[in-house]
Structures are given as C-alpha cells and as structure tokens.
C-alpha cells in the first residue's frame, strides 16, 4: 500500500473535500495542517496551494487533479457515475459550487473583515440563498446529487456547506437549516 500524505488547513473547503473522498475509499492517510508560510512552500512547490496530496513521491496539488489521481490509483469505489451522462453532470456540478460559492464566501468573509456589510455584499447574501435554492433543486428527491451513491460532486457540495456556516456565521447557517433537503443531505 503506499504511503498517502495531505497537506492542508482544516476546515478549509478543497482540503474537507479531498479528506472526504479518501475517506470513502476507505484509505489511510496522514494529514498535516500548515503551521507557517514556508510550509505551503514546502509542501506545494509549484504553486504553494493547499491541498497537495502526496503519494509515495509524486506530489500533487489541487483538488480536482487530487480526485482524479485516487479514482485512478484505486477505483473501488469510483468518485464518478459509471454513467457517461451522470458522470459530466457531477463534474459540472463539483465546478459550479467551488467557484459560484467561494466567490459568495470571499464576499461574506470581505464583510466580516471590514467590519460591516455593504450595501452590494448584503446583495450577494441574497444571490447566496438563491444558490442554496439551487442546490435543493439540483438535489431533487435523492440522497446524493445525481445518484444514490455519493460522488466527487457530493464531497464538494458538502464541504462548502459544512465550511461556510463556520467561516462566515450563524446567518449561512441559518439559511442551510432553512432548506431541509440540504439539512438531511449534510446529516
């Protein structure tokens, strides 16, 4: 068995989503969280972005790329449908939450920071709850999006879920807790 390395923080989204995935394939793994700057140097030479996964000695970095290497080192069980048609929805699924709901967190944790709201951020939390409106839909009357088995598309929906209340406050959790669909589905 090789030896499997993450590097990454904790509770951060990518990082939530790749220790998911390893989790399904029921792979061991040691994780090591950043304690400086020079640590993302060290363990992400060419980019310095966390996640890096490191297995044996080849490294790699992001955490779709970092998916894709464990469905192709062990593909049992898949992070995708077997069906061709499902397989693209999940892909376009697992894309569409990293970047339309981190461009909704750097919004809601740029508030935070500055210390109050802005009238165009408190329009973005609005935008916020229409993509949670979203994710219901997509999710329709199954346990898992597009398949009743979790995919790479499910561990991406569930770590924003699961990171955004923490970052950003009771109120994203509170608009989760509204739709219970997405209550059920993140228990």
């Known amino acids: 068995m090789p030896t499997i390395t993450l590097y990454g923080p904790l509770r951060v989204p990518f990082v939530t989503k790749v220790r998911a995935a390893l989790g399904f394939k029921k792979l061991e793994y040691t994780h090591h969280v ?24 080849e490294i790699i970095e992001d955490s779709a790329r970092i998916l894709d290497a464990l469905d192709e080192r062990f593909p049992d069980p898949p992070l995708l449908s077997s069906d061709p048609k499902i397989a693209r929805s999940q892909r376009r699924l697992e894309q569409w939450v990293e970047a339309a709901l981190m461009f909704y967190w750097i919004h809601y944790l740029r508030g ?14 609005d935008e916020f709850t229409q993509r949670l409106d979203d994710l219901v839909n997509f999710l329709g009357g199954r346990p898992f999006f597009y398949s009743d088995t979790p995919s790479r598309a499910d561990f991406a929906v569930y770590s924003f879920l699961a990171s955004v209340s923490e970052a950003v406050g ?16 993140l228990s």
């Open 170 to 185: 009771k109120e994203v959790a509170e608009e989760v807790d509204a739709r219970q669909p997405l209550v059920e589905y």
């Open 34 to 57: 950043p304690e400086s700057s020079e640590d993302y140097a060290r363990w992400s030479p060419k980019t310095g972005l966390l996640p890096a996964l490191h297995i044996d000695d």
């Open 112 to 125: 935070i920071a500055d210390g109050e709201m802005t009238e165009p951020q408190r329009g973005m939390a």
